[in-house]
């Protein structure tokens, strides 16, 4: 695992240099700046997993600083030094993002252990997530921000991607993390059903309501609630969930009276939720309710670095209790493996290496174990003869004009058209929403013969 980075930020050169030596001695990864101006030059230039910063500084001052190192990298986690006469500051100061402050004097051992609660959260997502890109350790570092508060969180990214395995860690990370976790899919529930199954309902209040049933809210109180794909919720539904965000305060179907709930609700979507808004499909008062955080999850085929370490985790999962003794993959199943477009993400791969694995006759993973698609994809690039020209492509640009085509080929029919693409349905729902394609004779978001 590579040595977290660190810049420390003290116009005081004996404090930088003795802050320096301590965490270079610790096995840090230090950059010392002297100012702060210096030290946003830095941050330009690479990332750092944490800013140790005084906060009383010539020129621009720790907070300055930290406003200015969360706009340049929200997932950076900063800590200040303050003097007795400046508390108040550092408090405002863990109001505006910051993680902690350190009151001077302090000693080594409280600088240490300041620092290592801090990066040792980060490691416990590591545990929870398994990633080797850049992008991901920024998911992470996200995850870390998130979590220390408690604002609603909505989580964006395909399906597949692993949108509820990252509100888990947010939940994990939390003061929340000793309550309940409860998590819902909006789209798998009847929706005259979904209302109980939030709210709970009162003996009696309908049709085999045969005794009074908490909902989530009540069970998830003082802990966590996940609602899965947000935006499959219809109009009515959303207006009852903004009011319970808005009051904290639920009432049961069939209920007379209101129930106090704490609980902190994280959301995720596949889908353009700003797009919806637009289209008059998702209430503009809700996004922005569950919108005052969020975390954009890359699809697996941004992030190919993560491919060989989840392969590896997922064959020693899936063959841990079997009798199968497994080595792993030959070259040639690993190089189609990177190529895969993955429009499933994490979820298909696991898939793809566990029907691998029964059925391998070998201890090497071959081609011919791997899914017929998987393997198609694979020839169909390496003989269609395509070559990146020299000057470059918008890839959105193509990306779009192959969906056109594929849409226009099969006179809109979605499910033709991701068949054509070796795209899912959803996968293939969510581009065009996030392209804003629709048929030429659809008006206003009504389908054709709607008045």
């Not at 694995?357 to 201890?363: A, K, M, S, V, Y």
Request: charged share 30%; aromatic share 6%.
């Amino acid at each position: 695992m590579p040595r977290k980075s660190i810049l420390v930020v003290d116009d005081d050169k004996p404090q930088r240099d003795i802050l320096s030596e301590i965490l270079t001695d610790a096995g840090y990864d230090v950059t010392p700046a002297a100012s702060g101006e210096a030290a946003m030059k830095f941050a330009k230039e690479r990332s750092f997993d944490l800013a140790l910063t005084d906060l009383k500084m010539t020129g621009m001052d720790g907070i300055e600083l930290l406003q200015h190192l969360l706009a340049l990298d929200s997932s950076i986690i900063v800590i200040l030094l303050t003097a007795h006469g400046t508390i108040e500051s550092a408090k405002e100061a863990l109001r505006r993002g910051a993680f902690d402050y350190l009151q001077k004097p302090f000693d080594r051992d409280q600088l240490l252990h300041t620092i290592k609660r801090a990066l040792g959260t980060l490691d416990k997502i590591d545990v929870e997530i398994i990633s080797a890109s850049p992008k991901m350790e920024a998911v992470k570092k996200m995850i870390l921000k998130v979590a220390r508060s408690n604002s609603t969180v909505l989580i964006r990214g395909e399906s597949g991607t692993g949108k509820e395995l990252i509100a888990r860690a947010i939940h994990n990370q939390s003061p929340r993390s000793s309550e309940m976790f409860q998590a819902v899919n909006c789209a798998a529930i009847n929706e005259n059903l979904l209302e109980s199954e939030l709210f709970g309902h009162e003996k009696g209040s309908f049709t085999g309501a045969h005794a009074e049933k908490k909902g989530l809210f009540e069970v998830a109180d003082r802990g966590t609630l996940f609602l899965d794909e947000i935006a499959e919720l219809n109009i009515s539904m959303q207006a009852k969930l903004l009011r319970a965000l808005q009051e904290r305060r639920i009432r049961r179907v069939g209920g007379t009276f209101e129930i106090p709930v704490d609980v902190r609700v994280v959301a995720a979507t596949n889908r353009d939720l700003r797009a919806m808004v637009g289209d008059g499909r998702f209430r503009d008062d809700l996004y922005y309710r569950i919108n005052v955080l969020s975390i954009d999850v890359p699809p697996l085929r941004e992030r190919r670095e993560d491919i060989p370490v989840l392969i590896d985790f997922f064959v020693r999962k899936h063959t841990k209790n079997t009798s199968r003794l497994i080595k792993g993959l030959a070259p040639e199943t690993k190089r189609i493996l990177h190529d895969y477009g993955w429009p499933g993400n994490v979820r298909q791969l696991e898939s793809a290496i566990e029907r691998a694995i029964l059925l391998c006759e070998g201890d090497l993973i071959s081609p011919e174990d791997l899914p017929s698609e998987v393997r198609q994809e694979s020839s169909s690039v390496a003989t269609g003869g395509f070559k990146l020209p020299a000057e470059g492509i918008n890839f959105e640009e193509v990306e779009k004009n192959l969906i056109l085509q594929a849409m226009d080929q099969t006179d809109y029919n979605i499910t033709k058209a991701a068949k054509l693409l070796g795209l899912t349905f959803r996968t293939l729902q969510y581009r065009l929403e996030k392209f804003g394609i629709k048929r030429p004779d659809e008006k206003d978001g009504k389908e054709e013969g709607e008045e």
